[in-house]
């Protein structure tokens, strides 16, 4: 197994430091609420840990979140609240945004807070200023990145290149421009804690050190996050921990992802433009989502687009048929062995977890399945090999409410046709959503038996527009939910198409 790391600019084989693979991601800021960009990260590195437990490893793994920041202090100032409470109130809407997207969190996982560990942080900042590392100056404190001899050396820069960059900002109090802050002194209005060198609360940088340094200790295995963390923010906690710990290397391998991008710009919160995970969700299932961002290789860049998704959603549906497919349909021959697409999956996924291979394979895997059940082969065991890597390494859910993913509903019966069963993709219909969706089906049936066909068109059209799609066969129409539609939608289109109910 091969992972390519930031540090050496390079693919390196997968050696951990112990029986324990230990990894340390960069959460959220929390001022307000998560979007695509970070769905892409959390997505990729639940798929690293998912696969490290898949291939046997032990994990722990630690995500923060930093709770105090300059950005929630201004927008809680702006809109009258306690910057305590806006953090919280984001910091909770993050973590139903991660359940939705079937982030799986662990019992040995952490998530700290950063206004939780601020003993830790403060005896972190006080060896650094003991070593001679760092340097109190007007109640902050700031570290001397002249006194470590190879800052730069992830984002392979020289002190020179990085002097000339807009981070390195200079005041009256520092040493040096390139100086860096670890702890910041209070100003009027904003929350503080006691130092050994007055109220303040913690620099950015500073915290992910302090908490990956308690929760897994002096080394890490991996350290991830997003490409515009690489400097300054991880360039300056390699420079805080190893100068601090006295210990080389912080990080074996420093895993990047690549930048969700929406009209050529990357995707943040500080720039606007954004669409968050709530609204992509009330549009695609979790699944088309992860199809959609695991498509792409993890360090490449990823393009949000309404036609990507919707290929995603396409590309979900095959899934969702072939492990939904009845094996009575074959079954009847010799088993059909799909051992080897298992390999070329793992092959993918051990070369620096190349998602957009291993998504490949499965959809080979899944045509192959149908070959097969149309010839008469046994295909359970394969279809259990499909669900198993699909599930337990990519975290796809496959729209299924288990045990099955098709749901049986009541077939609705009008003359020779017939509405069947009801593919759930992404969507939680409720008995009271199918009755009133059943008889919109209904009046559609009715309408092409009676050849008004533009009736019926419009019928399903509408339909579609709510998330509902119907796929006629010369037998049955069935009823595709990509979204859940709300009780009062369908009452008013029912009302507008003038059907009885």
Request: net charge negative.
């Amino acid at each position: 197994m091969k992972i390519y790391s930031t540090l050496s600019g390079k693919k390196e084989e997968f050696l951990p430091q112990g029986d324990e693979v230990k990894i340390y991601v960069c959460g959220v800021t929390p001022y307000s609420d998560a979007h695509i960009g970070h769905a892409m990260s959390y997505v990729i590195f639940d798929v690293i840990r998912r696969y490290l437990r898949y291939k046997k490893y032990t994990v722990k793994y630690v995500q923060n979140v930093t709770d105090i920041d300059d950005k929630i202090i201004d927008r809680a100032n702006k809109l009258g609240i306690a910057p305590r409470e806006l953090a919280g109130k984001y910091t909770d809407s993050f973590d139903e945004d991660m359940k939705a997207l079937n982030i799986v969190r662990a019992e040995t996982d952490v998530y700290p807070r950063a206004t939780e560990e601020i003993p830790k942080i403060i005896e972190v900042i006080q060896g650094l200023i003991d070593k001679g590392y760092a340097y109190p100056a007007g109640g902050s404190v700031y570290f001397r990145v002249r006194s470590d001899s190879d800052y730069g050396k992830l984002s392979h820069r020289s002190l020179e290149a990085m002097r000339a960059a807009e981070c390195a900002i200079g005041s009256e109090e520092k040493e040096d421009a390139m100086d860096f802050v670890l702890w910041k002194a209070t100003k009027p209005g904003e929350p503080h804690w006691p130092s050994p060198w007055g109220e303040g609360r913690p620099g950015w940088h500073i915290e992910c050190s302090a908490m990956s340094l308690k929760y897994l200790g002096d080394t890490l295995d991996i350290h991830g996050g997003g490409q515009d963390l690489i400097f300054p923010h991880h360039e300056n906690e390699i420079a805080q921990s190893e100068s601090f710990t006295g210990k080389k290397p912080f990080v074996k391998y420093w895993l990047h992802n690549g930048l969700v991008q929406l009209g050529g710009d990357k995707m943040s919160k500080s720039l606007g433009n954004l669409i968050t995970i709530k609204d992509a969700l009330k549009k695609y299932s979790a699944d088309a989502l992860r199809i959609f961002i695991l498509s792409s290789h993890y360090r490449s860049p990823l393009t949000y687009s309404e036609e990507g998704l919707e290929a995603a959603q396409s590309a979900e549906e095959r899934l969702l048929r072939v492990v939904s497919r009845d094996e009575a349909v074959g079954g009847k021959g010799e088993a059909f062995n799909a051992e080897s697409y298992r390999q070329q999956f793992i092959e993918a996924m051990d070369d620096d977890f190349n998602t957009a291979k291993a998504l490949g394979v499965l959809f080979e895997l899944a045509s192959a399945i149908n070959q097969a059940g149309d010839a008469g082969v046994s295909i359970g065991e394969a279809q259990g090999i499909l669900v198993s890597l699909a599930r337990e390494v990519l975290g796809l859910k496959l729209g299924f409410k288990p045990p099955a993913q098709i749901i049986e509903s009541k077939p609705i019966a009008v003359k020779t046709s017939v509405v069947n069963p009801t593919l759930i993709l992404g969507a939680n219909p409720t008995p009271e959503l199918e009755e009133r969706v059943n008889r919109l089906v209904e009046e559609r049936v009715k309408c092409r038996q009676e050849k008004n066909w533009r009736r019926a068109d419009e019928i399903r059209k509408r339909l579609v527009e709510l998330g509902v799609e119907l796929e006629d066969t010369p037998q049955e129409t069935k009823r595709v939910w990509r979204r859940t539609p709300s009780v009062e939608m369908l009452d008013k289109l029912i009302t507008e198409l003038g059907v009885s109910f």
